[in-house]
């Protein structure tokens, strides 16, 4: 529940989501739902060259359980905060 | 609370999914469920490789299980009307590893 909350903050940024096939994809994050499914706007795949499959899609959705790193906008991310609510979640809390 | 994934804006419209075995394959949503099972109906696989260009397998009428399902892709059709297939190479893509 926490990273769904996470995710849903950073609705807009961009970000680079690695698949479990070792694609990469560049866009604006649009939505994400309770399975971690990604909507990504404007995506642009980091390896174009080698992986030209998706040269003319320019929305798409990521399946959740195929993911396998988001990266996250720098400044998208108070660590602090995140730290602290991943415990108190932890802690069952 | 359980919502679907929100493909209704697809549906009718050209996609592009990507398999978790690394394939790609081309053609109309007509249906989906919560769990991403889709019907696509016209569709074709697109195979890439290295050597040659795009070879374009006839499919038809497909299900695709969810759980085989990476990628779905609204597909520009402006966009992929200015790619030469039989011009592009490309890595195969590799499976999905869990």
């Known amino acids: 529940m926490l990273f769904f909350s996470y995710f849903k903050e950073i609705v807009g940024r961009e970000v680079v989501v690695e698949l479990k096939n070792d694609l990469a994809i560049r866009g604006t994050l649009r939505s994400v739902d309770q399975y971690l499914n990604i909507k990504l706007e404007n995506t642009r795949v980091v390896d174009q060259e080698k992986y030209p499959h998706m040269l003319s899609v320019r929305n798409c959705f990521i399946r959740g359980s195929v993911v396998r790193y988001v990266q996250l906008p720098p400044d998208g991310v108070d660590v602090e905060l995140l730290h602290d609510a991943t415990r108190r979640e932890a802690r069952g809390g | ?98």
Do not use: C, W
């Not at chain 2, 549906?11 to 919560?34: C, E």
């Open chain 2, 1 to 98: 609370m359980a919502t679907g994934p929100g493909l209704e804006p697809l549906v009718d419209q050209m996609i592009s999914v990507i398999t978790n075995d690394g394939r790609n394959i081309v053609g109309i949503l007509k249906g989906f469920d919560q769990a991403t099972n889709i019907i696509l109906d016209e569709s074709h696989e697109r195979v890439f490789s290295t050597k040659e260009g795009v070879q374009q397998i006839v499919l038809g009428l497909y299900i695709i299980r969810g759980d085989n399902i990476s990628i779905i892709g609204e597909l520009d059709e402006d966009l992929d009307a200015h790619i030469e297939l039989s011009q592009l190479r490309g890595h195969p893509l590799k499976p999905v590893i869990h």
